[in-house]
């Protein structure tokens, strides 16, 4: 290869634009890089250099796009829309950390309308209207333009199964990046939205307090069922120089009802500590109860016979 070439490709991270190329070399130096293997064509007029394809990827001789590693696949897309478009969908999901894309998958391209941009071959863009690459539509997250959370939740829902597209949303709240509140805002202006009711009492959950799909389970089976009193989630309480969170929490029997997720069975490591949480709150007089996720799932009519037998003990010893 040129070196004049060849020292822009790597400046460029093993990528070059054919606009920027021949500002530096004649045209024909790139197409001859090109025609000899050094350099291959990913997208219009974007080249990557041939050494950073991975020629086992199923599919990379005939799209070695699929073929590069996720950051170049991204950067790739991002040199092709050249300022005009911003990840979206699922893989703005990828970038925000929620969910990691498979080569597979098309790549996702929100564009305003009339961009002239239009989708190939494991790229998918989306006209958008109204839609500008600008806050507060987008914003730069790990150096790359995405689209801003809320819009890549709600973006990516239709196209995830029902567990993925729970867990993306699930995590981001977790993670504190949104609010169901924010997210819930937007939604409400997107009244055509494949299973858009299940998204809202996905949302309702989280803004009760759940924080995982078991506690969702126990909030709709368990402890939101006629006969159950009003519990406190998340409840922060401090002991022992230490700041803790109770799961479900019946404040005037001073139990907390934690409930244990199926990774957790058999693990004596996360046994010990939860057997040093369970005592530091006995310190406070409260009554640590656990039921394992078979339980819950399997058994949740006689979990609540057994709710209300440990409440009603308690109100009875007190």
């Not at 478009?85 to 990828?94: F, I, K, T, Y």
């Not at 169901?180 to 299973?195: D, F, I, K, S």
């Not at 995982?212 to 406190?232: A, V, Y």
Request: glycine share 6%.
């Amino acid at each position: 290869m040129n070196p004049v070439l060849r020292s822009l490709v790597d400046s460029g991270g093993g990528l070059v634009t054919r606009a920027s190329a021949i500002q530096v070399v004649p045209a024909w130096t790139l197409y001859a890089a090109h025609r000899t293997g050094a350099l291959l064509r990913v997208l219009p007029e974007v080249y990557v250099d041939a050494a950073l394809i991975n020629k086992r990827s199923v599919g990379a001789a005939a799209n070695p796009f699929t073929a590069l590693p996720p950051e170049l696949r991204r950067r790739a897309a991002m040199a092709y829309a050249d300022g005009r478009a911003a990840l979206s969908h699922l893989s703005a999901l990828d970038v925000w950390g929620l969910r990691q894309q498979p080569a597979d998958e098309p790549m996702h391209l929100s564009v305003p309308t009339g961009a002239g941009m239009r989708t190939r071959p494991h790229l998918t863009v989306h006209q958008r209207r109204a839609f500008v690459v600008q806050p507060p539509q987008v914003v730069v997250r790990r150096g790359i333009p995405v689209t801003r959370l809320e819009l890549s939740l709600v973006d990516g829902w239709p196209l995830l199964s029902a567990g993925e597209r729970r867990a993306s949303v699930i995590r981001a709240v977790n993670d504190r990046l949104t609010t169901p509140q924010r997210v819930g805002t937007l939604l409400a202006t997107m009244p055509n939205l494949p299973e858009r009711a299940e998204f809202f009492v996905l949302l309702n959950r989280l803004d009760a307090g759940c924080h995982s799909p078991l506690e969702i389970w126990g909030h709709d089976h368990i402890f939101n069922c006629p006969g159950m009193p009003t519990f406190q989630r998340q409840v922060r309480v401090q002991v022992g120089g230490r700041t803790m969170y109770l799961d479900v929490y019946a404040e005037p029997e001073r139990v907390n009802i934690e409930l244990d997720g199926a990774t957790t069975h058999g693990d004596p490591r996360q046994r010990e500590i939860d057997i040093r949480r369970d005592a530091l709150l006995a310190t406070l007089g409260i009554l640590v109860v656990r039921f394992a996720h078979r339980r819950l799932v399997h058994e949740p009519t006689e979990v609540r016979r057994e709710i209300l037998a440990i409440l009603a003990n308690r109100r009875t010893d007190g």
